[in-house]
């Protein structure tokens, strides 16, 4: 076991773990958030994609020693209120059905815009493709993601 301080959604949070549990379960088992979704335990579906300085990451096979000072967001800490746009455009267009794995979209979807402001529909698709949804609402995962991308 290790300790480690960790920098959650914007504030400081010490755990004891092992260095290689995977941050997704420090999230959820050690900081009682249960946001962030476990999904294949393999980094393969993206149910557990959080953000690692900015960047889209599968939480599930990302160790806590690998988080060093980088700073980590988690669906709750994307926004306080829900007004992130990605958030309101996934309301807008009405896109979750069973929700399972729509705070790893959301998460996916904000570090591409992101990087991306303004991704053509191939560029979505592509950065999608490693986030799966059992309920098929890809089409209107994509179109979410174009209208936040015109409100960002």
């Not at 400081?12 to 420090?26: D, F, G, K």
């Not at 000072?69 to 309101?88: A, K």
Request: with cysteine; glycine share 10%; hydrophobic share 35%.
């Amino acid at each position: 076991m290790a300790n480690y301080t960790l920098k959650v959604n914007g504030e400081a949070q010490q755990v004891e773990a092992s260095p290689n549990t995977p941050l997704l379960w420090v999230l959820r088992d050690h900081l009682d958030m249960a946001g962030t979704k476990f999904g294949c335990g393999k980094g393969l579906c993206g149910a557990c994609t959080v953000h690692v300085d900015g960047a889209a990451v599968r939480s599930c096979s990302y160790p806590v020693s690998a988080v060093g000072d980088l700073e980590v967001t988690t669906i709750e800490g994307l926004s306080e209120d829900g007004s992130h746009p990605v958030q309101q455009a996934w309301l807008e267009h009405d896109v979750p059905q069973c929700g399972y794995c729509q705070a790893g979209q959301i998460m996916n979807a904000a570090a591409l815009l992101n990087k991306n402001p303004d991704p053509s529909d191939e560029e979505i698709r592509s950065e999608m493709l490693g986030n799966i949804c059992r309920c098929g609402t890809y089409t209107r995962i994509n179109k979410a993601i174009k209208t936040a991308a015109k409100k960002s």
